[in-house]
């Protein structure tokens, strides 16, 4: 009999597990290669995971809603197709709980819980029957938890599983110090709550896991960078002229519609070569000059969530390899089918209000990137304009940028020339040139 053992991928470099959110077979189950098995969460992107082999499914490891660290084994797949069809033992009870026993089907990740213990806790926790995950472990070390007190957390996660929302929530009881000089272990301030009283007809909407994670992290980045915001005018007939006279034929050869983006990410990615003290990020007193120019752009996800997909390498791209890039991720992230790399490694983003008709917007940084862009809505306006014989008035199309950027090691002076380099090359663009 051969059997394959399906592991938890490496979902990117930070990434140490990831949550099983739905399983699309169950023992017993015929799968072809690349049938999706299972689809999976991180804090970082959402993930299908199909199967590498043919086969019967013989095992499932770990249920719904089970954190899963990355290297375990999660499933059992025969690839004769034979087998049993049913989880027996120890590992049915692994299923059904989601839990991680510190033996049988488990003992890898018993093994790797039992390493980091040594290294994040002063006690060992060897005598503890329960399971941590990494993250709550790197928590507890960076907080100096005892293993006593950790297993006096109430665990919120499926069979009473410690999650990292259980440990900040055990940080706040603390009474060492005030709430309001806390830190969480990246080192930001754990803002108060508030109490908010409900009045009739209100109603109560959970946050999904998305929308949760991106308030952390808006929260994060508002308490790590001050944030500082610059706004100017740019001129862009010529670039309204030149893709109107070529988005038609565009849009015939290429199959895809010729959106104002791809010169966006063009002039931000030529601006950021010469400004490299923009494309950059923060650790700790450290300021790191990015060699790649990977630029992100927020999309609009049809649940009203956000996610930013990266063009890699953006400045070595010609603008039409710009475009057909921007429209596959675009594409991937409405239908749900990024893969974790197309989320990883950005060093500046750009985010579209011009999408929504609005003139500019001042947006969050996205850490640990020192910068974000805005680009508003194009429309008409009339504008003097110098000529030969004087001053004319006429009608061009102007947007506003604004460049939001972190005041620690980004300048009024830096982040004021970026950002009109950016819009005087929009304001050059060839209204002759080919693509």
Known sequence: MADFKLIMPKLGESVQEATITRWAVKPGDMVLEDDVLLEIATDKVDSDIPSPVAGKVLKILFAENALVPVGEVIAVINTEGEGVEEVAGEDKAVAETGTVAPAGAAAGAASVVASATAAVTKESLKDSDRFYSPLVMSIAGKENITATELDTIQGTG?????????????????????????????????????????????????MDRMRKLIAEHMVMSKHTSPHVTNFVEADVTNLVFWRDRIKDEFLKREKIKLTFMPAFVEATARALREFPGVNAAVDGDRIILRKSVNIGFAVALKSGNLIVPVV??????????????????AEAARTSSLSPDDIQ????????????RNLTGTPIINQPQVAILATGNIEKKPAVIETPTGDVI?????????????????????????LRRIADLLEGFEIDRAI
């Open 345 to 356: 490694s950005g060093t500046f983003t750009i985010s579209n209000f011009g999408t929504f």
């Open 394 to 418: 006429a009608i061009r199309h102007k947007m506003i940028l604004s460049l939001s950027y972190d005041h620690r090691v980004v300048d009024g002076a830096l982040g004021g020339m970026f």
């Open 158 to 206: 499926t069979g009473g599983r410690v999650r990292k929302q259980d440990v900040l929530r055990y940080l706040e009881s603390r009474t060492e110090r005030p709430v309001s000089q806390r830190q969480e272990p990246a080192g930001r301030t754990i803002p108060a709550k508030t109490s908010v009283s409900l009045q009739p007809g209100d109603e109560i909407v959970e």
């Open 312 to 329: 890699k390498n953006a400045d070595q791209k010609s603008l039409l390899g710009i475009g057909v890039e921007l429209n596959r991720l």
